[in-house]
């Protein structure tokens, strides 16, 4: 299977910064990798598809890029409603496999 | 509006069994994909188990394969999920979720998920 490494495992940052997660994956995947928003007790949300792409309704801070095997999330100014674990997921081998995730908490 | 619904969860002993379904709705069944993903207590998610709209194959987990059976009912709108031989490590809240395309296949992501039901395997 192929394996995804995020870092960090967790950040701690205020309301207003710049928040990079980077996901690294085992093998090539193309730029089939996916970022989803977990928050305690709701259903994961979809961010981006594709590396690039933003899913439809999903706010513009909300960036992804790659890089060979590394994929970057990023978000331009936190809010308070993004404070959440982030995953990546790659959908280029079978079966699909998640990153660790990145909790990203108030500091 | 897309909605999953998951049942099915509880608790059950080590070595049992148990079946998990989904009830669809909002949006054509037999035209996605779809996957069962869960997420142990204090874990990140893991993937389990999907299948291409026709169910005609399906994928698993190293972690459930031969003891997990993913099937679904297209004229019911019903994904499942029969869980045996289970195992204290297969404690989780269990999701099932959307993918955006029909088959189970490169470029593939998961856009709508349940809100999970949880299944819990202890003596």
């Known amino acids: 299977d192929i394996r995804m490494t995020q870092s960090p495992s967790s950040l701690s940052a205020s309301v207003g910064d710049r928040v990079t997660i980077t996901c690294r994956a085992s093998?090539?995947?193309?730029?089939?990798l996916n970022w989803y928003q977990h928050k305690p007790g709701k259903a994961p949300k979809l961010l981006m598809y594709?590396?690039?792409s933003l899913q439809t309704g999903v706010p513009s801070r909300f960036s992804g890029s790659a890089s060979g095997t590394d994929f970057t999330l990023t978000i331009s100014s936190l809010q308070p409603e993004d404070f959440a674990t982030y995953y990546c997921q790659q959908s280029s081998g079978t079966p699909p496999t998640f990153g660790q995730g990145t909790k990203v908490e108030i500091k | 509006e897309v909605q999953l619904v998951e049942s099915g969860g509880g608790l059950v002993q080590p070595g049992g069994s148990l079946r998990l379904s989904c009830s669809a709705s909002?949006?054509?069944?037999?035209?996605?994909?779809m996957h069962w993903v869960r997420q142990a207590p204090g874990m990140g998610l893991e993937y389990v188990s999907g299948?291409?709209?026709?169910?005609?194959?399906?994928y698993y987990a190293d972690s459930v394969k031969g003891r997990f059976t993913i099937s679904r009912d297209n004229s019911k709108n019903t994904l499942y999920l029969q869980m045996s031989s289970l195992r204290a490590e297969d404690t989780a809240v269990y999701y099932c979720?959307?993918?955006?395309?029909?088959?189970?296949?490169?470029?593939?992501?998961?856009?709508?998920w349940g809100q999970g039901t949880l299944v819990t395997v202890s003596s």
């Open positions: 909002g949006f054509t069944f037999s035209s996605y994909a």
């Open positions: 594709a590396a690039t």
């Open positions: 979720v959307r993918d955006r395309w029909a088959m189970v296949t490169f470029g593939g992501y998961f856009d709508y």
């Open positions: 299948t291409p709209s026709n169910g005609g194959s399906t």
């Open positions: 093998q090539s995947i193309s730029n089939y």
